[in-house]
Nanobody, 120 residues
């Protein structure tokens, strides 16, 4: 069974920090892109940050300079360090990955989501 296992969400005061982690488990290989999306109540899901297998990083304008994504290809793991958190960062954060899943080909996978709440 292939899945993305997330951890690290929680409640933090504005200006604080949290770190999210996501690890891919099961028969998945050649993961091209891994990243984090978020969805706030009443809003569409949006890209927060992503990292390609070649090291290309992408960030939403709203988090540049505050969030840092890192990736360990060998461990199939990504981390999202979130600093200087704001109330508008409150959302459910979802891990996303695209990789080769056995004979099924390349699939896009989603984690179950982890809630980040920033109190002002």
């Amino acid at each position: 069974q292939v899945q993305l296992v997330e951890s690290g969400g929680g409640l933090v005061q504005a200006g604080g920090s949290l770190r999210l982690s996501c690890a891919a488990s099961g028969s998945i290989s050649d993961i091209t892109d891994m990243g984090w999306y978020r969805q706030a109540p009443g809003k569409q899901r949006e890209l927060v940050a992503s990292a390609s297998s070649g090291g290309r990083l992408k960030y939403a304008d709203s988090v540049k300079g505050r969030f840092t994504i890192s990736r360990d290809n060998a461990k199939k793991l990504i981390l999202l360090q979130m600093n200087s958190l704001k109330s508008e960062d409150t959302a459910v954060y979802y891990c996303n990955a695209v990789g080769l899943v056995g004979s099924l080909g390349y699939l896009e996978l989603w984690g179950q989501g982890t809630l980040v709440t920033v109190s002002s």
